[in-house]
T-cell receptor
């Protein structure tokens, strides 16, 4: 079984400040980890993924995430948030042997000007 | 990146009728496509996994006779909601995995309203 936890329903930050969205996961095998962003009434846009290799992965729009195996975490970060980053963010995981993704509940990010 | 197109983006249908939603991978071949349902401000619920040329695999609790999925080609999967009822009103999202299988791309979603 696999699962994802996003402990924060909402994250509020001021524009220009660092943004962190937390994610922890549970899988039986090697984890494949993903972050997606969803704007209102839209589908999900792929931001970044961790499959193997460097624990720090860089993705679209200046986002990055760090894979931490010991803490089973994959937190999303952006050094300087923009108002346009306000959206719903989903962390997802799948086992290396299964293509089905399990999603977290989502975190709503609000960046105030 | 890869593009997945969904059509229609919004549809309104009368209770008791059927409605079809298409999901196309525009610039890659999608061996596997997934159909999700999302309620407002909630996460995505996987409904079924669709493999080209074979029957879809439905998640527990999803009625296969109500949500018909066809994956006739490597670029097209369809979801047909049969005998729709107001409780079927929802946001339906498809996704497709690329040939490497490592990244799954999502469509823009389809709003279904049953009146």
């Amino acid at each position: 079984a696999q699962s994802v936890a996003q402990p924060e329903d909402q994250v509020n930050v001021a524009e220009g400040n660092p943004l962190t969205v937390k994610c922890t996961y549970s899988v039986s095998g090697n984890p494949y980890l993903f972050w997606y962003v969803q704007y209102p009434n839209r589908g999900l846009q792929f931001l970044l993924k961790y499959i193997t290799g460097d624990n720090l992965v860089k993705g679209s729009y200046g986002f990055e995430a760090e894979f931490n195996k010991s803490q089973t975490s994959f937190h999303l970060k952006k050094p300087s948030a923009l108002v346009s980053d306000s959206a719903l963010y989903f962390c997802a995981v799948r086992d290396s042997n299964d293509y089905k993704l399990s999603f977290g509940a989502g975190t709503t990010v609000t960046v105030r000007a | 990146g890869a593009v997945v197109s969904q059509h229609p983006s919004r549809v309104i249908c009368k209770s008791g009728t059927s409605v079809k939603i298409e999901c196309r991978s525009l610039d890659f071949q999608a061996t596997t496509m997934f159909w999700y349902r999302q309620f407002p401000k909630q996460s995505l619920m996987l409904m079924a996994t669709s493999n080209e040329g074979s029957k879809a695999t439905y998640e527990q609790g999803v009625e296969k006779d109500k949500f018909l999925i066809n994956h006739a080609s490597l670029t097209l999967s369809t979801l047909t909601v049969t005998s729709a009822h107001p409780e079927d009103s929802s946001f339906y999202i498809c996704s497709a995995r690329d040939s490497s299988g490592n990244t799954i791309y999502f469509g823009e979603g389809s709003w279904l309203t049953v009146v």
